[in-house]
């Protein structure tokens, strides 16, 4: 099984600030490496798939990158609806898998 | 627009069975691969189970091989979990999500339902 490593686990942010989020994983993925967005009480939203390949009407603040082992999210200028938790998850092999996931706070 | 709609969670005692399903609308449903993907509770995501959109290829985690049974009803939009010999750590919300493609970087799940909660106690 993959393991999938997130940091930090809580990143505390003001709103306007550029935030970088970071992925592990314990096994090359080559790029089939997604990012979720949860925020408290709601479903998961995918925000990004194959590395850096934004999703349906995910804003262009979001960006992906990495390949291979290492990976990044990247919010260029957070905003208020943006406070919630990250996951990233590899689906190159089965199982597929999360990671721990990042929380995203106001400061 | 897409809905997914998960419906037969509850409180189930250790050892027991549950059947939960989940119905789509707003898009062919026949066409995509479906997944469960459960949250313990204060806890991360786990995808548990795939069914490819014909049923001819089925996945499970470990954790649930054995215990856990996808299926999907296409005629009627349904996708399915059956889950049998049910244990503490198997609570949690269970969502149902749709494998955006099937090949390649588009095996993500594009669309979730809301969720229904799992309680296993006794």
């Known amino acids: 099984e993959i393991v999938m490593t997130q940091s930090p686990a809580t990143l505390s942010v003001s709103p306007g600030e550029r935030v970088t989020l970071s992925c592990r994983a314990s096994h090359y993925v080559t790029t089939y490496l997604a990012w979720y967005q949860q925020r408290p009480g709601q479903a998961p939203r995918l925000l990004v798939y194959g590395t850096s390949t934004r999703a349906t009407d995910v804003p262009a603040r979001f960006s992906g990158s990495g390949s291979g082992t290492e990976f990044t999210l990247t919010i260029s200028s957070l905003q208020s609806e943006d406070f919630a938790v990250y996951y990233c998850?590899?689906?190159?092999?089965?199982?597929?898998?999360f990671g721990q996931g990042t929380k995203v706070e106001i400061k | 627009e897409v809905q997914l709609v998960e419906s037969g969670g509850g409180l189930i005692q250790p050892g027991g069975s549950l059947r939960l399903s989940c119905e789509a609308s707003g898009f062919i449903f026949s066409d995509y691969s479906m997944n469960w993907v459960r949250q313990a509770p204060g806890k991360g995501l786990e995808w548990i189970s795939y069914?490819?959109?014909?049923?001819?290829?089925?996945y499970y985690v470990d954790s649930v091989s054995g215990r856990f049974t996808i299926s999907r009803d296409n005629a009627n939009n349904s996708l399915y979990l059956q889950m049998n010999s049910l244990r503490g750590e198997d609570t949690a919300v269970y969502y149902c999500?749709?494998?955006?493609?099937?090949?390649?970087?588009?095996?993500?799940?594009?669309?979730w339902g809301q969720g229904t909660l799992v309680t296993v106690s006794s």
């Open positions: 999500a749709r494998l955006l493609g099937d090949f390649g970087s588009e095996r993500v799940f594009d669309s």
């Open positions: 998850q590899q689906y190159l092999n089965w199982p597929w898998t």
């Open positions: 069914i490819s959109s014909g049923s001819r290829s089925v």
